[in-house]
Antibody, heavy 120, light 110 residues
Framework: QVQLQQSGPGLLKPSQTLALTCAIS??????????WNWIRHSPSRGLEWLGR?????????DYAISLRSRINISPDTSKNQFSLQLNSVTPDDTGVYFC??????????WGQGTLVTVSS | QSVLTQPPSASGTPGQRVTISCSGS????????VNWYQHLPGTAPKLLIL???QRPSGVPDRFSGSKSGTSASLAISGLQSEDEADYYC???????????FGTGTKVTVL
C-alpha cells in the first residue's frame, strides 16, 4: 500500500522560501517506472502542476514554465522522500500543496495536502 | 491560463447522464493520453480515468472517458449526490514539457 505523507510549515511571509517534504512508503523514490510530483490548488487557478523528479538511468526534473526561475524539486534516497523548494513566495503562492506519484502516466497516489498561506 | 479548456459548470438530476468536455491541442491531447480527476476542495484529488478511457480499481463504471483528436470527454451516468465535485482533465504537453490540468468543471446535482 503506497502512502505519501507531507510535512512542512504552512505559514510564510512574502519573500520567504516554501519548503515541503513528501515521505514515501510502499514504493521507492528511485523507482524507474514512476515520477514524483508537486501540485497545488487554489480557488482562483484550480489544480496547477508545479513539477516532478524521476529516476531512469539518472535523476531528471521538469518544472512548470511559470515557476522555473524559483522552484527546485529534489529526491532524498536515504530517507525515501522528495522535497519542494519554492523561493521568493508571494500571496499568489497561497494554496493547498499536494505531492503525488505518477504511475502509468497518471497521478494515482496523493499526499494529504498542506495548506500554505503567504501573508505579511 | 490553462491550455486545456473545460466548461465551468455542469449539472443534472439524480439518475441523469452528465458529460464534461476538455478541449486541447496537438501538443497535448492529440499526442498524449488524457486523465480525469475528481476533486473536493480541501481533500486530495482522486484519479477517475487514466489513459483516455481506463478506470482504476474501485472507480464505478458510471464514469467513462473518451478521446477524439484534440478533445476528450468524461461522462457520468446515473448521477448520484456524491458525484457533486470539481472535475479536471489533464495531459502531458510535449511543447511545454509540462503536465497541464484543465480549467475544471463544477458538477452540481440538482
Amino acid at each position: 500500500q503506497v502512502q505519501l505523507q507531507q510535512s512542512g510549515p504552512g505559514l510564510l511571509k512574502p519573500s520567504q522560501t516554501l519548503a515541503l517534504t513528501c515521505a514515501i512508503s510502499g514504493d521507492s523514490v528511485s523507482s524507474k517506472s514512476v515520477a514524483w510530483n508537486w501540485i497545488r490548488h487554489s480557488p482562483s487557478r484550480g489544480l496547477e502542476w508545479l513539477g516532478r523528479t524521476y529516476y531512469r538511468s539518472k535523476w531528471s526534473n521538469d518544472y512548470a514554465i511559470s515557476l522555473r526561475s524559483r522552484i527546485n524539486i529534489s529526491p532524498d534516497t536515504s530517507k525515501n522522500q522528495f522535497s519542494l523548494q519554492l523561493n521568493s513566495v508571494t500571496p499568489d503562492d497561497t494554496g493547498v500543496y499536494f505531492c503525488a506519484r505518477t504511475n502509468m502516466g497518471a497521478n494515482d497516489k496523493w499526499g494529504q495536502g498542506t495548506l500554505v498561506t503567504v501573508s505579511s | 491560463q490553462s491550455v486545456l479548456t473545460q466548461p465551468p459548470s455542469a449539472s443534472g438530476t439524480p439518475g441523469q447522464r452528465v458529460t464534461i468536455s476538455c478541449s486541447g491541442s496537438d501538443s497535448n491531447i492529440r499526442s498524449n493520453t488524457v486523465n480525469w480527476y475528481q476533486h473536493l476542495p480541501g481533500t486530495a484529488p482522486k484519479l477517475l480515468i487514466l489513459r483516455n478511457d481506463q478506470r482504476p480499481s474501485g472507480v464505478p463504471d458510471r464514469f467513462s472517458g473518451s478521446k477524439s483528436g484534440t478533445s476528450a470527454s468524461l461522462a457520468i451516468s446515473g448521477l448520484q449526490s456524491e458525484d457533486e465535485a470539481d472535475y479536471y482533465c489533464a495531459a502531458w504537453d510535449g511543447s511545454l514539457s509540462n503536465y497541464v490540468f484543465g480549467t475544471g468543471t463544477k458538477v452540481t446535482v440538482l
